[in-house]
């Protein structure tokens, strides 16, 4: 993952030994492009968690007593969630960079964040659980459409190893397709208005009490377009009215150490709470390249060592995922019309002057230039192994059923 590599170079750079591990990915015959780095330091591939989240659990185990970290640093909600029923196993050996599992147990659970957040007087969309599948249709007309179905928790290991990401709909049709697809996956299901303001994301790090550092950034274009990972994102000064909602929010939680807070603005600029991201996220080099060091302050904080409070950081600092943004211009042309999707002419446009202006890129440092290579021959190899694919007629126009999606 992109957070990985991230990581990997500023723990690097701070003249920390690094043991970097992956899932074994069945679909993918290549090293990740963080096993690249030359600050990677020895490579491992464990038991892919779609398979046995144990068997990665375990794996996971085998290599703290096999390496004797200091510290385990998960990258992600399913190594997240595949740890925690190991925690106290593994914590007999060494440090696991996570929140508590009081306050673990609500930032996972979309409902319950909402819930406690609306609680603390913040702004939550209106929204409704689905418990019987016969009471839809009442409760999308309560909604609204257009409105957004997710599964109140992004991944679990009850999904078989699958991401969950929201999805819009327009009509009960569509509502239906995408309720049936999450109650196969066996996923709790969340109904919410749709909004399509700015979406902002706060990451705050926070230890004994207080909070050290926090850092704001815009998501200019995300994919999949409703809710999903960053492909373009830019650093922005920190709005007064969602530090506010974020800190009052895990304070309340108890939630130490990293964490992203997401937000949506209406059409009147109300900051209106998305979810919390108890993890590394897409946006952690961002803050990196402004300014704030995340990764060396979650592995002190981690190891029991002091961590400095933040100075600050520069705003207007641009960041672009080449591939993801190339994967945003395609869902945007082929879905017109859609809630978050952008006239043609406006995405071509859009993504064609962030090659004119001063943006970074994910994956590049002078550096370290290897795993941008390795990403650039991942991609080339996939589009190579698409084109020549038999197209499948059911795949054009827009496809409500994409609800399963696994950042690459």
């Known amino acids: ?135 839809l249709a009442a409760i999308m007309d309560g909604i609204g459409y257009p409105a957004v179905i997710k599964p109140s928790w992004s991944w679990s290991r009850g999904f078989a190893g699958r991401r969950l990401v929201p999805t819009a709909v327009l009509n009960i049709a569509e509502a239906s397709v995408a309720v049936s697809l999450l109650r196969r996956a066996g996923a709790p299901v969340l109904v919410q208005e749709l909004l399509i303001g700015e979406r902002e994301g706060l990451s705050l790090f926070r230890a004994n009490n207080r909070v050290l550092a926090e850092f704001a950034h815009v998501s200019v274009r995300t994919t999949p377009m409703l ?50 991201n108890p993890r590394l996220s897409g946006s952690i080099e961002l803050a990196w390249r402004s300014g704030i060091d995340f990764p060396l302050m979650i592995w002190r904080w981690a190891s029991g060592g002091h961590v400095q409070q933040s100075s600050g950081y520069r705003s207007g600092v641009r960041l672009r995922w080449l591939t993801g943004d190339g994967r945003w211009l395609l869902e945007t042309l082929r879905a017109p019309g859609r809630p978050d999707s952008t006239p043609a002419g406006s995405a071509i446009a859009a993504f064609a002057r962030d090659f004119l202006r001063g943006t970074g890129y994910d994956f590049v440092d002078a550096e370290d230039p290897l795993p941008a290579l390795a990403e650039a021959n991942r991609v080339l190899r996939k589009v190579a192994r698409k084109m020549v694919k038999r197209p499948n007629k059911h795949e054009s126009g827009h496809n409500v059923g994409a609800l399963w999606y696994q950042e690459k």
Request: net charge negative.
């Open 1 to 135: 993952m992109k957070q990985t590599l991230a990581v990997a170079r500023s723990l690097g750079r701070a003249g920390l030994h690094l043991v970097l591990a992956d899932r074994r990915d069945p679909a993918e015959s290549r090293r990740p492009p963080a096993f690249s780095s030359r600050w990677a330091g020895a490579t491992s591939f464990l038991a892919d968690f779609d398979e046995d989240p144990d068997d990665f659990a375990a794996g996971v185990v085998d290599l703290v007593l096999a390496s004797r970290p200091a510290v385990v640093v998960p990258a992600s909600d399913q190594s997240i969630a595949c740890l925690r029923p190991w925690r106290t196993e593994i914590e007999r050996h060494t440090r696991l960079a996570m929140g508590s599992e009081a306050a673990l147990k609500i930032a996972v659970d979309k409902h319950a964040t909402l819930a406690l957040a609306s609680e603390l007087g913040i702004d939550v969309p209106k929204m409704a659980m689905l418990d019987d599948d016969d009471d």
């Open 227 to 276: 809710g999903g990972a960053c492909a373009v994102r830019e650093s922005i000064p920190m709005p007064p009215d969602l530090r506010k909602a974020a800190v009052a929010l895990i304070t309340a939680m108890d939630l130490d150490g990293y964490s992203q807070i997401e937000f949506r603005r209406d059409l009147n600029g109300r900051p209106v709470l998305m979810e919390v």
